[in-house]
């Protein structure tokens, strides 16, 4: 069994990048019994699983994904402070705040 790598075994995020685009674009020739093939796999699903890479889209479908990240954690986190805050503190932060 192959042992699993980080970011940093591979040389760094954009060699780990090109190695999966390689290993993408030989897929028909691969032997998945092959240890540094398994390792490079399991080890960006790991590293995937573990939140240290994320997968993007490119152009208008990424932004609309980001931003529907942000909506999601601002109605999750929304009211979390509520309380926190003195009556009145909102308006007096306002005032100090420069335009």
């Known amino acids: 069994m192959a042992t699993l790598a980080s970011i940093a075994d591979f040389g760094g995020l954009e060699s780990l990048r090109e190695r999966i685009d390689e290993l993408w674009e030989r897929r028909a020739e691969l032997d ?39 909506a999601r954690a601002v109605e999750e986190t929304s009211g979390a402070l509520s309380g926190v805050y003195a009556p009145g503190e ?9 335009e």
């Not at 796999?41 to 990240?69: C, F, M, N, P, Y």
């Not at 909102?90 to 420069?98: A, F, N």
Request: proline share 4%.
């Open 90 to 98: 909102l308006e007096r932060l306002r005032e100090d705040w420069p």
């Open 32 to 70: 998945d019994r092959d240890p540094a093939v398994q390792a490079s796999v399991l080890s960006v699903i790991e590293l995937l699983d573990r939140g240290r890479l994320r997968v993007a889209a490119v152009g208008r479908d990424a932004i609309e994904h980001e931003a529907t990240d942000r």
